[in-house]
Structure formats: structure tokens, C-alpha cells
């Protein structure tokens, strides 16, 4: 495979990494922020419903961008809802956040294996890997948990947003 291909196996390794720590640990940061269980318990509800809502538009923007450009823009707006719990603090800090992870991840999902695909010969290869890194992103992302929730967020939207950035180099 070539260094291009890499690089989505890499990015998509950083998509597990990113994703895993909002997913898992939202409600543990919401009930952290808002003791009262009425309104911290809307944080998954408000996830699901931007997860099936984002499945809905996706074919839609597929139709305007390329499968790059909405891995990126996932990527992008994955990354501000990983940190927005820091700045916006609060039950609509800990919403937004699950409306904008909640509403990235399958679209990520659906653009990644598509950009994948167009490896031709190699697209089987390309995505088990992507899969594996994945997998291997969800591994590592709870262990910086340990470190506390505000550097593993910063972390995570960091290594999203770098991500995006590769995603915008050009493979062969």
C-alpha cells in the first residue's frame, strides 16, 4: 500500500481515538457538571438522535462533497465537540458536544470506508487496517482518561483536527 493509503489507515486510527473518549465518558462528564440525573440523562439521547439524523443527511452532502472533504469536515466538527464541554460548561456545553460527536461518527464511518474503497485492487487491505487502527484508537483513548478529562478532551480534538489536516494531503 501506498504512504497515501497509510495516511487514511492513520487518520481513521485517530477518528477511534478522538470518538471513544466523548462516547464513553460524556456521561460521566455530564453527571460531573450537572448533578441532577432529569438533565444530565438527555446527553445520550441527544447523541442517538443526531447519529440517526446525521445518517439521513449524509447522502445528501455526498451528493455536493467528495468523501474526503466529509471525512474532514467530520473530523473538524468532531474535534469542536470534543472540547466544547471545556469552554461551554454546563448541560448545553455536554448537548452540543453530543449533538456534534453523536452527529459525526457514522457519517465518518460511512465516508472513511468509501474513501477507502477507491483503493482499488487494495480497498480489502486498506480497510482492515483502517478497522485495526480503529480498534486500536478506542484502545488507547480511555487509558488517557487517567490523565483527567480536560487534557484527554484537548488531546482528542487535537489529534482529530491534525488528522483533518492530513486528510486534506492528497494520496496517489
Given at each position: ?22 462516547a464513553t ?32 443527511y449524509a ?114
Amino acid at each position: 500500500m501506498s504512504a497515501g493509503y497509510w495516511r487514511l489507515v492513520l487518520c481513521y486510527g485517530a477518528f477511534g481515538f478522538g470518538y471513544i473518549i466523548p462516547a464513553t465518558f460524556l456521561p460521566a462528564m455530564a453527571k460531573d457538571i450537572v448533578p441532577d440525573p432529569r438533565l444530565f440523562g438527555w446527553a445520550w439521547p441527544a447523541f442517538g438522535a443526531a447519529a440517526v439524523v446525521s445518517t439521513i443527511y449524509a447522502a445528501r452532502l455526498g451528493r455536493l462533497f467528495s468523501n474526503r472533504a466529509i471525512w474532514i469536515g467530520g473530523h473538524l466538527a468532531m474535534a469542536l465537540g470534543v472540547v466544547v464541554p471545556l469552554v461551554a460548561p454546563g448541560l448545553p456545553g455536554i448537548l452540543l458536544a453530543a449533538l456534534l460527536v453523536g452527529g459525526t461518527f457514522m457519517v465518518i464511518t460511512m465516508a472513511g470506508m468509501q474513501e477507502a474503497r477507491r483503493a482499488g485492487p487494495h480497498a480489502r487491505a486498506v480497510m482492515a487496517a483502517m478497522t485495526s487502527a480503529f480498534a486500536l484508537g478506542q484502545i488507547l483513548g480511555p487509558m488517557v482518561v487517567r490523565l483527567g478529562f480536560r487534557p484527554a478532551l484537548i488531546l482528542a480534538a487535537s489529534v482529530l483536527a491534525l488528522s483533518a489536516f492530513l486528510l486534506e494531503i492528497k494520496h496517489e
